[in-house]
């Protein structure tokens, strides 16, 4: 009985945890992040380097889509093509989607709404993403049946407080080949159960009506089209699902790896809440507590990830748009040494990518 009731689903206005204790930290730091900004001139939105980056992100995905559905003259070309579409594609997962997504790419709130819909472009849904990730994941990091991120269900235990299964002892071999089909079952599966449970793993979320589920029909048209509808003018169902297939599973690697590496990891806490359905420290400790930076002296990955390597700085200022980052980073770090609490980073990919594995074996065991 006890876990008939635990899978059940919760209603997202219902059982809300709190955050307790003193928050003098959280405004000291948003005192001297808002201080840096005045004093350097810069805007936290409306960056000429995002809108730049922009270009070059969306430019490199219609090339790479053109090229290899229409020009694509042999199976390497076509190979390499859709490894580059795979690449483009998490790119605007990563800097425009994400960004806008959080209201952190432009002050104008139709800009941030139709650069949210890009991840519609490429086959994900920006209704869904708005609750599972910028208001589940963001409000409990790492709190199991509350931050569905870290729920995998039987595939894989990435929490204490998750069941055991006997398979998970292998849990560091197998998730690695897996986390390619994220996007796949994005794309075929997962968006519209969560539309049709209106659930998001154990959390209810508003069901979309109106200009919202038109919003999530026509997305799926338009990437329906894309990636199957117009290829199988050109091409067999074969080489387009093989293509298809290699830009997924490309796609779907980069944006499991970004997570795991700031939160599923070693360094990482996994709270849980107490009976009365409170978590005993602020919600910004919570957030350091929880999250892990990880390559932060290279640029390239920077570029890449769209600053998620700084992945807590964007926790703790989410609006803040991921160009100014590094730079934020140094008042972030100096304010959470000056006052005690954790500053956690893996200097590298290499070493965030070992901490994860280790995380994984100790899991399963």
């Known amino acids: 009985m006890a876990d008939a009731v635990r899978d059940q689903p919760v209603d997202a206005r219902e059982n809300r945890l709190k955050f307790s204790g003193d928050n003098t930290f959280h405004r000291e730091l948003r005192r001297r992040v808002d201080t840096y900004f005045k004093r350097n001139g810069h805007k936290q939105r409306d960056n000429a380097r995002m809108y730049l980056k ?59 709404k139709w650069m949210a819909r890009t991840l519609d472009m490429v086959g994900g849904s920006s209704y869904i993403w708005h ?20 729920s995998l269900g039987w595939l894989a235990r990435l929490s204490p407080q998750q069941k055991r299964y006997w398979h998970h002892r292998w849990q560091h071999i197998y998730l690695w080949l897996l986390y390619g089909f994220t996007v796949i079952s994005w794309h075929l599966h997962d968006d519209f159960r969560d539309i049709l449970t209106a659930t998001i793993g154990k959390r209810k979320m508003p069901r979309p009506r109106g200009k919202d589920l038109m919003g999530f029909i026509l997305g799926k048209v338009v990437f329906f089209t894309l990636a199957f509808g117009l290829p199988l003018v050109f091409h067999s169902i074969g080489v387009v699902l093989l293509y298809y297939a290699v830009v997924t599973m490309v796609t779907g690697l980069q944006l499991a790896l970004v997570f795991q590496l700031a939160h599923a990891v070693e360094e990482a806490s996994f709270p849980s809440p107490d009976e009365s359905g409170r978590i005993d420290t602020p919600w ?82």
Not at 81 to 105: C, K, M, R, W
Not at 131 to 150: E, G, L, M, P
Not at 325 to 351: D, K, L
Request: hydrophobic share 40%.
């Open 54 to 112: 922009t270009t070059i992100i969306l430019v490199s995905f219609v090339a790479s889509y053109v090229l290899l559905v229409f020009f694509a003259a042999n199976w390497w070309q076509g190979l390499f093509l859709s490894a580059v579409l795979g690449v483009a594609t998490a790119q605007i997962g990563f800097n425009i989607q994400h960004d806008a997504g959080h209201h952190a790419y432009s002050e104008r709130r139709s800009v941030n």
């Open 131 to 150: 609750w599972k990730h910028a208001h589940f994941h963001h409000t409990y990091v790492n709190i199991d049946d509350y931050d569905s991120d870290i």
């Open 284 to 365: 910004a400790i919570h957030q350091l507590e929880t999250t892990v930076n990880f390559s932060p002296d290279n640029k390239l990955v920077t570029w890449l990830v769209g600053g998620l390597n700084f992945q807590i700085e964007h926790h703790l200022f989410p609006r803040i748009c991921h160009v100014h980052y590094p730079a934020i980073s140094r008042v972030v770090e100096t304010t959470c040494r000056e006052y005690g609490v954790p500053y956690q980073t893996n200097r590298s990919f290499g070493a965030g990518i070992a901490s994860h594995y280790r995380w994984l074996r100790q899991m399963g065991r």
